[in-house]
C-alpha cells in the first residue's frame, strides 16, 4: 500500500478520534456501539428503538432510509421522509444516527439530518462518490466490499482522505466466500491489520456478517477482542416483522444484553463502555489525527 500516506499510521500509538457529536466519539478509549433497524420503518418503531436503548451502553442510533437493496421490487427505504424520523430521535433522545449514501445527490440533504454518513458495501468503490463525501467534513462510515481485498478498502479510505475529509470509520461487515452457512464471513483479522495499518477507528458489523441473529452477539464479543473500536448491530422492536435483514435482527433486549456484556471484555483490554444511559465524556486521550465536530 505505498500510495496509501494518508491513513497509514505514522507511529505505533497514532490513532484518530472522530466525533459523531459533542459527545460522543470513536477510536479512544470509549467503545462506540451502534444500534438500530435495518432500515427506518416508521416513526413508532424508530422511537420505540431509541427509548429502550438510550438507557443502555449503545450511544448512536442507525438506520437506512435510502436501501440498496437486491431486488428492484423489495422495499427501497423511505427516503426522506425517514431522515425527519431520523433527526427528530437525535434532537429527543441526544444520540447521534447513521444512515447509508447511496448517491451524490442525497449529500446535502443527509448531512442536514444525519451525524454519519454511511456507505455500504456495494459502493465501497463508488469513487465519484467517495470523493464528492471527501469534499465535506461529515464522518464517513466506510463498510468493505463484499469481496474488497484490505488493499482495496484502505485506498477506498484514502480516495475521501485525500479530497479533504479526516473523518473516516472503517467497518468491517463480513466478506463473500463459498460457505452458505453464515451469510458472509467476519474476518477478524482484518480488523486487526487494519488496526496495524491505518490510524483510523475499525468498527464491526456483526449483523451484516453473520446473517443470522443466535451468531451475532458471539462475533460482537469477539470482534470488541480483537480490538475493535466499536460495534454496529441491526436490531427492532419485532425482528420477524422487519422489512430487511429480518432473519439477522437482535431483539432490543437482546441488543441491551449485548451491549453490557462487553464490558468486562471492554475492562480487559484497557476500554469502557458509555455509561448506560450517558453519552460519554469528551475523549482526554491525546489524540493525533483527525478530529471534528460534526457540522
Ligand atoms: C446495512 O448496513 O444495512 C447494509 C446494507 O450494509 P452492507 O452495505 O454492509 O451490506
Ligand atoms: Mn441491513
Do not use: W
Not at 491513513?7 to 477510536?27: N, P, Q
Request: hydrophobic content about 45%; overall charge negative.
Amino acid at each position: 500500500m505505498k500510495d496509501a500516506t494518508l491513513t497509514r499510521k505514522s507511529a505505533a500509538d497514532h490513532r484518530s478520534v472522530i466525533a459523531l457529536s459533542d459527545t460522543v466519539t470513536i477510536g479512544g478509549e470509549t467503545l462506540l456501539i451502534v444500534g438500530g433497524p435495518c432500515a427506518v420503518e416508521s416513526a413508532e418503531q424508530m422511537e420505540q428503538v431509541a427509548q429502550h436503548l438510550s438507557s443502555t451502553p449503545v450511544q448512536a442510533l442507525r438506520g437506512g432510509v435510502f436501501k440498496p437493496r437486491t431486488s428492484p421490487y423489495a422495499f427501497q427505504g423511505m427516503g426522506e421522509a425517514g431522515l425527519h424520523i431520523l433527526a427528530d430521535m437525535r434532537q429527543r433522545f441526544q444520540m447521534p444516527v447513521i444512515s447509508e449514501v447511496m448517491a451524490i445527490d442525497q449529500i446535502a440533504v443527509m448531512a442536514d439530518y444525519v451525524d454519519v454518513l454511511q456507505v455500504g458495501s456495494r459502493n465501497m468503490q463508488n469513487f465519484d462518490l467517495l470523493k464528492a463525501l471527501g469534499c465535506t467534513t461529515k464522518p464517513v462510515l466506510l463498510k468493505r466490499g463484499l469481496a474488497a481485498t484490505l488493499e482495496e478498502f484502505v485506498m477506498a479510505a484514502e480516495y475521501i482522505l485525500s479530497h479533504g475529509n479526516p473523518n473516516v470509520i472503517l467497518c468491517e461487515r463480513g466478506i463473500r466466500s463459498f460457505d452458505t452457512y453464515t451469510r458472509n464471513v467476519l474476518d477478524l483479522g482484518a480488523v486487526v491489520a487494519l488496526k496495524q495499518i491505518t490510524h483510523l477507528p475499525v468498527m464491526v458489523d456483526p449483523s451484516h456478517a453473520a446473517g443470522k441473529r443466535e451468531l451475532v452477539p458471539a462475533l460482537a464479543r469477539a470482534a470488541i477482542a480483537a480490538g475493535a473500536d466499536g460495534l454496529m448491530v441491526e436490531c427492532h422492536p419485532v425482528p420477524e416483522q422487519s422489512v430487511s435483514d429480518a432473519r439477522q435482527a437482535l431483539t432490543l433486549e437482546e441488543m441491551a444484553t449485548l451491549a453490557r456484556s462487553l464490558d468486562p471484555i471492554a475492562a480487559a483490554l484497557g476500554r469502557r463502555l458509555a455509561t448506560d444511559g450517558m453519552a460519554s465524556m469528551p475523549e482526554t486521550a491525546e489524540v493525533s489525527g483527525a478530529i471534528a465536530i460534526a457540522a
